[in-house]
């Protein structure tokens, strides 16, 4: 036991003498009156710096289930700059990070649920865009060999629907969001865009037939608000709330 504790007296020493910078000094003047009022201002510097800073990996602790790219997202979403970046690390102002986290508190914002619907509207846009095929042709040199008795290969405009007809489709898809109370497992976003819930801890509860009929349902919903978008330059604006229950409120 006493050889245990000498053992972990001189791994003190040694950690002193590191933070000290005179690890390279003679053992009889690692630990001085000097060098130890140094250590412990070096401490000093870097509790304090550890109180006005926050590691990218502490994040999460200020915005609830944010434990991936959280950094990223603040910095190109809102413009945060309060940060500075060493070796591969981050580290922000904890009270910038802390007025960011009351203002979202106070705007009834979920910050991941937020950053879950930005990278969803993204890939739908990519979706609409790679169905589209609407690719510019490229400036400057050639990179292909069009065959000379290769033309009038065309097709008319396709039909596009009414916006009448799209406007009853959206009706009849809202109808269904009450017939089969999906509030519970969708949430709308400004009226024209809805996602699926999702809870890590509860989704294998959740029946299969549920699943499928909800994402379904969001594709279908917002296929048709594009449709609309494209149609009449408008969106839709859809409060799932029944007018009874809003009566009622």
Known sequence: MQKQILEELKDIKRAIATIAGTSNLPPQEQLSKTVLDKAAKEFQKLTSMNDQWVNENDLYKYFKGCYHNTGKFIREEFGFSNYFKQSYTYYYNKAAIQDLAKELKARNINL?????????????????????MNKKASKGKKDYHLPDYLQDIMTSEYPKPSIEV???DLK??????????LADYIDIYSGNHAMVKYEY??????SNEIKLRCKRWCERFNYANNALELLSKKKANFIPVKEDDMFEL
């Open 172 to 181: 009849n898809i809202q109808e269904e969001f009450f017939t089969y109370k």
């Open 112 to 132: 991941k649920r937020y950053k879950d619907l930005k990278e969803d509207q993204e890939n739908f846009k990519k979706k609409i865009a790679a169905a589209a």
């Open 166 to 168: 799209v406007k009853e």
């Open 201 to 206: 801890h509860y989704e294998k509860y959740i």
